[in-house]
C-alpha cells in the first residue's frame, strides 16, 4: 500500500505541473479539475487505509483487541477513489496510476470489497465516466 501510495502521489505532483494544484472550470469527466480531484481521492483513501492499518497495530500491540479489530475493519474496506476517482480522471492513465491501482488489485484478498473486479473495469474504461453528461439517464441507470 506504501508503493502505491508513492505512485499516486508523483502521479499527483505530475498531474499539478501539468494542470496546477486546483484547477477550476470545466467539471466534465477527464477535465483537468475532474483528473485532480480524482488522483486525490486515490491518495487519501490509501494514506486512510495505511492509517487504519497503523492503528490496528498499534491496538494489538497494548492489549486493545476490541480498538484493533474495529481498526483492521476500517482498512480492509475498499479505499476511497477506487473506482470513483480514477471514473473521473482523463485517460489515457499515467503510467504510475496504473501500476498503483494493479499493486492495489493485487491485494484483492486483503479487502472486504471485490476490488480487483472494481479496479479491472476502471482500467478497461476508454475514457473518464465520471460526472456523467447526462444525470438523467445516469440516476435511471445508476452508477456503475
Known amino acids: 500500500m506504501n508503493e502505491a501510495l508513492e505512485l499516486f502521489e508523483g502521479e ?8 496546477g494544484p486546483a484547477p477550476y472550470g ?3 469527466a477527464g477535465s483537468p479539475m475532474q483528473t485532480m480531484h480524482g488522483i486525490g481521492e486515490l491518495s487519501r483513501g490509501v494514506q486512510d487505509t495505511l492509517k487504519y492499518l497503523a492503528l490496528g497495530a498499534g491496538y494489538i500491540s497494548f492489549g486493545l483487541d476490541r480498538r484493533a479489530d474495529h481498526a483492521v475493519s476500517m482498512a480492509r474496506r475498499k479505499p476511497v477513489g477506487v473506482p470513483s476517482g480514477v471514473d473521473r480522471m482523463a485517460r489515457p492513465l499515467g503510467e504510475a496510476t496504473v501500476r ?6 493485487d491485494l484483492d484478498a ?4 471485490d476490488i480487483g473486479l472494481a479496479v479491472d473495469v476502471a ?20 452508477p456503475s
Do not use: N, Q
Open 100 to 105: 498503483g491501482l494493479e499493486m492495489i488489485r
Open 110 to 113: 486483503f479487502f472486504t470489497d
Open 12 to 19: 499527483r505532483r505530475r498531474l499539478e505541473e501539468l494542470h
Open 123 to 142: 482500467l478497461s474504461a476508454p475514457e473518464a465516466t465520471y460526472p456523467p453528461s447526462d444525470w438523467s439517464v445516469y440516476h435511471r441507470k445508476g
Open 26 to 28: 470545466d467539471s466534465s
